[in-house]
């Protein structure tokens, strides 16, 4: 794409060269990307550009574009650079502050709902926000917390909050392993999380999207991928009610050893499956009597 002003670029033409480009330079779905681009810096939305493939773009518009493409192309993720995503129907801001929302975040949010409807709902580790103001959108009528020990994570959050108008959802800076601010927070009826789990190891072996753009805090727990989980169970008791359930979202291949460990500390517990029928979601009940 050069920058000679004489040259027509139309829409149709960027998307040809835009899908070669990012395919050379291992971008996955080329030609989606390039067109997310487009529609982005035309403030179309993609379906339009199928409308306007004649349209050609200004040299004001061409060069917006130049330096979107430029990013894609080190890897740096497509939602960072347009700074939303999609997640439940709903847009999110996003920036390099919080962990990009994936489709088995939906799940977890979608199976939570489907079984419990608690009065009050933690939401751990909330990041851009997308798991508590969903709840908090969805079940009106449920008081959701939302923490998190990243004050810029907190103020997108906020901002997501505010644009999709969640009222029902306060958030607060809370380190899940500091005692005195988890005691503060009082009980609930739900705890959702999307915590670290990721064993510091495979961190390398992640995609550069993952491994070099997004917060390593929100990836890994630096140790086992555990540490998160075995922290529930310690606050188990002061943080739930009776008949409370929790729903974490787990790793690939932790459903096993989780499931063991939640057992062994008194829970009931079941693991949900995704898409492909991997489980990736851990649903454990709480019974005060036993624990």
Known sequence: M?????????ILRLITWGADYFKKKGVDSPRLTMELLLAHVLKLRRFDLYMQFDRPLSEAELE????L???????????????????YRRTFKVNPSVLIPRPETEILVQESLRRVHGIRCLDAGTGSGCIGITIALE?????????DSSEEALELARSNADELGARNITFRHADLFDDDAMRALGSFDVVVSNPPYIP?????????????????MALTDENDGFDFYRRFIELAP???REGSSMFFEIGFG????????????????????DLEKVQRILWARFDKRIL
């Open 200 to 216: 510091p190891e495979e961190i390398a072996t992640l995609e550069p999207e993952v491994r070099d753009h997004e917060p390593r």
């Open 238 to 240: 002061r943080l739930l």
């Open 69 to 87: 493409v430029k990013r894609r192309a080190t890897h740096e993720p497509l939602q960072y650079i347009i700074g939303e995503t999609q997640f």
């Open 254 to 273: 932790q459903a096993e050893r989780l499931g063991a460990m939640y057992r062994s500390a008194g829970f009931d517990v079941d693991l949900l499956t």
């Open 64 to 67: 917006r574009l130049r330096a």
């Open 2 to 10: 050069t920058s000679v002003q004489t040259e027509i670029w139309t």
């Open 139 to 147: 079940r009106p009528d449920t008081e959701v917390i939302a923490i």
